[in-house]
């Protein structure tokens, strides 16, 4: 018979079962470690909403270069992470090496991309400008007005959605064990995290204590002082719309091929095309605590800038209008790896990245878990560098 504590006690308990939270376990249980996760409902999260750009490349910002490694090495591993989660959980992500295509609706916009384009070629990275007509040429349903692109073809997507749902599964077969139940607190034995406690009062006990859990990381009760991770919820409003198939025969192509964007009126805008015909539509960006309500402007603002870069999209069934939270942190870059409190772990505060750094974020924290050594590409990211994380 298993005891009654069977499943309570675990190398290694996850707080925060979304991508992150998962591929920590899958990459964790499969360096032998037993693994337990907590979240009442593993497989949700920001990746629900979530559009799943690999944009290392064209969502570089100004002031984030140090986070470009990261990005690139992450966005390198996908291939073949993608083709053994596929082959563990019998089931595909979506991943598209699709490339995409930044364009430029005005002369402003394409002085701004001008500047894009130089800073990519700073940092060595392929991008390559294009005319308006090239780009049209190359995604026929772009705006007569577009005036210059940049393409990249390195940038690719995944199926968030998908992803998550493979990663639960993979976890599962791995033998990892999920508690479906919020938590109510961390559990601190004299100077060491230990666990955590149960909404319902079960106590889980480990002897390495993850917390994956998004916007929420920062929140968690029992968190000593100092120790908090200092993320913050950042809104994003995502809308997913139905493209038409290719008629066998045709002789056209697809509605459109690649991911495009463009920063409209200051605002980032996206359009994601999938292969089974989603195309998602996304985001807004703003900071007003933890509402995820989908407004009327939030839509209206999406709909208006993605009609502006291709403007056939009003023709397209409009299916989902969803929001959800990013967690962002004080540099926009994640925290990895241990913290000032013994015991504790931090995969958080990946901000737009999440899906981007999934790969690299368990291939991280199972190292760390493992061995006590965050691998060098990582340690820029310690969560040691904030010094709200320091003990006072
Ligand atoms: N990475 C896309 C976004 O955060 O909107």
């Known amino acids: 018979m298993p005891s009654a504590s069977a499943g309570r006690t675990s190398d290694v308990l996850i707080i925060g079962g979304g991508v992150i939270g998962l591929v920590t376990a899958w990459r964790a249980a499969g360096r032998g470690l037993r693994v337990a996760v907590a979240d009442p409902a593993p497989g949700g999260g920001a990746a629900r909403v979530a559009a799943g750009m690999l ?42 090496a699709c490339g995409t295509l930044a364009v430029a609706l005005d002369a402003d916009d394409r002085a701004q991309l001008r500047e894009v384009h130089a800073l990519h070629q700073r940092c060595g990275l392929r991008s390559q400008w294009l005319t308006g007509r090239e780009c049209r040429r190359l995604e026929p349903m772009l705006a007569p007005g577009v005036r210059g692109g940049l393409r990249v073809d390195g940038d690719h997507q995944v199926d968030p ?12 077969r791995a033998g990892v064990t999920f508690h479906r139940e919020r938590v109510r607190e961390l559990t601190v034995t004299g100077d060491r995290a230990t666990g955590a406690v149960l909404a319902d009062g079960t106590a889980l006990s480990a002897a390495r204590t993850v917390l994956a859990a998004g916007s929420h990381s920062g929140e968690l009760p029992g968190l000593p002082p100092g120790i908090a991770p200092p993320v913050r919820p950042v809104k994003g409003e995502v809308l997913r719309l139905h493209m038409p198939p290719v008629p066998e025969g045709a002789g056209g192509g697809a509605f459109l091929s690649r991911t495009v964007r463009a920063v409209v009126r200051g605002s980032a805008v996206y359009l994601v095309p999938r292969a089974d015909g989603e195309l998602v539509v996304g985001a807004t960006s703003c900071e007003q605590g933890w509402d995820t309500t989908v407004t009327a ?29 990013r967690p962002g942190s004080p540099d926009n870059a994640p925290l990895l790896g241990p913290t000032a409190l013994p015991g504790l772990q931090l995969a958080t505060g990946h901000h737009r990245n999440g899906v981007l750094l999934t790969p690299l974020t368990g291939e991280v924290l199972a190292e760390s878990l493992v061995t006590g050594e965050v691998p060098a590409i990582a340690r820029p990211f310690s969560p040691l560098r904030f010094p709200s994380v320091v003990p006072v």
């Open 161 to 172: 959605r998908r992803l998550a749902a493979a990663l639960l599964t993979a976890c599962e």
């Open 297 to 325: 402007g939030g839509v209206y603002q999406l709909l208006r800038d993605a009609h502006e870069l291709v403007p056939g999209i009003t023709e397209l069934p409009l299916r989902e209008c969803l929001a959800g939270l």
């Open 55 to 96: 944009a290392a490349v064209t969502e570089l910002h100004h002031g984030e270069e140090p986070l470009l490694e990261l990005n690139l090495a992450s966005a390198a591993r996908y291939p073949d992470f993608a083709a053994e989660l596929e082959d563990a959980a019998g089931s595909g992500v979506g991943f598209r």
